[in-house]
């Protein structure tokens, strides 16, 4: 019996020593890991940096607080700083036993300023609530990354405008260790616009589900060079709109010709267009005597849907420096950067 509760002593004992190791090695490892993520940040032209890292959570959890976080994007044209964001606090928390599925909360409001390099100039956004994870894929090699934010307001120091502000923001974006393509899914709840662009300022929701490859580094003229150069695309397999009289859909496949200017097909399917010509009109965007011909028109491309109700299937070209409707162009592109 002596022999029995010395056997099992020892074996309490090794479990909890090896328990006590494990528990220092993951969360030495969470360190570890923190500064490979600012290595490959850095690669892609971000830079990562906080005052202190606390360590705790001991025996039942892994955590890490992160005070004074500073997140910059480096490369920019001129001596621009394209994107900073900063937040006082950011908790990061895992299980011992699952040190690679990563929680996270960033405690209290934090802040982003984005530097358009356009007529908007600064644009300050506070987020009021950010949540989410960061977890190895399910099928591929790979990272996953859910985040939740709440009660987003952005607002233009340029601009004399009222903020653009989100209530609800989810998004999950997943991409291979080389962090050389994106694949995302966005979903947005109760946003209200700056001002009136006809459709009124209230969209209902947004749905985007999209894939890019590569990753832009910047959104400036040099990085979209650099971009288009690379073969990028942008492929919407999703987007669903709910705004005013516009309700509809869109999937297609974007890049960019050498005048950095959109390139490629996109389907966008209305549900009741004949509301949304009546808004339009409304707006001023077209002529009342125009309705009948525009109508008339979208009749051509219009079907019945599931639902008994008018739809209208528009497939546009990008092409030539233009946006095409079969063989009417319709609109010159600009490039999406100087």
Do not use: C
Request: hydrophobic share 45%.
């Amino acid at each position: 019996m002596r022999l029995w509760l010395t056997v099992v002593g020892l074996l309490a004992f090794a479990v909890v020593g090896f328990a006590v190791i494990w528990w220092f090695f993951a969360i030495s490892l969470g360190e570890r890991q923190l500064a490979n993520v600012q290595k490959q940040m850095a690669k892609q032209g971000y830079d990562l940096r906080y005052e202190e890292l606390e360590q705790s959570g001991f025996p039942l959890q892994l955590e890490w607080n992160i005070h004074g976080v500073a997140f910059t994007q480096t490369k920019g044209a001129g001596q621009r700083q394209p994107l900073q964001g900063v937040a006082d606090l950011l908790r990061v928390q895992a299980r011992p036993w699952a040190p690679q599925r990563l929680n996270f909360l960033v405690e209290g409001q934090h802040r982003w300023r984005t530097d358009t390099g356009g007529e908007a100039g600064v644009v300050v956004t506070t987020i009021a609530a950010a949540s989410g994870a960061i977890h190895p894929r399910d099928t591929e090699a790979g990272w996953q990354l859910v985040i939740a934010l709440a009660d987003v307001a952005a607002k233009s120091e340029a601009l004399n405008a009222a903020p653009l502000t989100i209530a609800r923001l989810d998004a999950t974006g997943q991409v291979p260790f080389a962090m050389n393509a994106l694949e995302l899914q966005v979903d947005l709840a109760d946003v209200t616009l700056p001002q009136d662009t006809g459709l009124g300022t209230a969209l209902q929701s947004a749905s985007l589900r999209a894939g890019v490859q590569p990753i832009p580094t910047s959104f400036d003229a040099s990085g979209a060079r650099a971009w288009q150069a690379g073969g990028g695309l942008l492929t919407v397999h999703d987007l669903q709109v709910q705004f005013g009289a516009l309700q509809g859909t869109a999937e297609g496949v974007v890049g960019l010709d050498k005048a950095l200017r959109g390139e490629g097909k996109v389907t966008l399917r209305m549900r009741e267009p004949a509301r949304l010509v009546a808004s339009a009109i409304k707006a001023g965007w077209i002529q009342a005597k125009q309705q009948s011909l525009l109508t008339m028109g979208l009749g051509l491309f219009s079907a019945r849907g599931a639902t008994g109700k008018a739809e209208v299937a528009l497939p546009f070209d990008l092409r030539n420096g233009g946006l095409w409707l079969g063989p009417l162009r319709l609109a010159d592109l600009p490039p999406v950067a100087q």
